[in-house]
C-alpha cells in the first residue's frame, strides 16, 4: 500500500469517526521536502491537489505543534458539498503529530458541527502514531 493509500484511510476513517465533512492529511517524510498534502477525505474540485505544499494555518498547526480549533470559517472557505450544494465548515480541526519530537504531519478536519471534546481526545490520542505509520509506508 502506498503512501497516499494509507493517508486517505487514515483520513477517511478519522473524519467519519468524528462526523467531519472534508478532511486532509499532510507530511513532511523529510526536511528537504517540506509538509505536503498525501491524503484527502471529501475535498471538492479546485482544493489544492494532493501533493501541494502546506501553508497557512495548517504550516502554522505544524509550527506550534498543538491540536488547534477554529471556529467561523470564512464563507469563501473550501465547501463541504454534493450534488445538492455547497456550504463551508463552521469549524477546523488541526491536529499536529511529532516524530522524535519534531512535528511532521498535520491532520485536519472540516465539520459543519463544533467537534465534541471526546473526538478532540481521540485525536490527539491518535496523532502521535500518523509520522511512523506514513514513514514506514514510504520506506518499504
Do not use: M
Not at 503512501?3 to 517524510?29: H, K, M, N, W
Not at 494532493?50 to 494555518?57: E, P, Q, T
Amino acid at each position: 500500500q502506498d503512501v497516499e493509500a494509507l493517508a486517505d484511510q487514515i483520513v477517511g476513517v478519522l473524519a467519519r469517526y468524528t462526523g467531519a465533512q472534508l478532511g486532509a492529511l499532510s507530511f513532511a517524510a523529510d526536511e528537504r521536502e517540506g509538509l505536503r498534502r498525501v491524503g484527502q477525505y471529501a475535498l471538492p474540485r479546485g482544493a489544492a491537489e494532493r501533493g501541494a505544499a502546506a501553508s497557512g494555518l495548517t504550516l502554522q498547526a505544524l509550527r506550534d505543534g498543538e491540536l488547534k480549533v477554529v471556529a467561523d470559517v470564512p464563507a469563501d472557505y473550501v465547501p463541504v458539498s454534493s450534488a445538492l450544494g455547497g456550504a463551508p465548515p463552521r469549524y477546523l480541526v488541526l491536529v499536529a503529530a511529532h516524530a522524535d519530537g519534531v512535528p511532521t504531519a498535520v491532520l485536519e478536519l472540516g465539520l459543519l458541527h463544533r467537534p465534541s471534546q471526546p473526538d478532540l481526545e481521540l485525536l490527539r490520542s491518535v496523532a502521535p502514531q500518523l509520522p511512523a505509520a506514513l514513514a514506514e509506508t514510504i520506506d518499504r
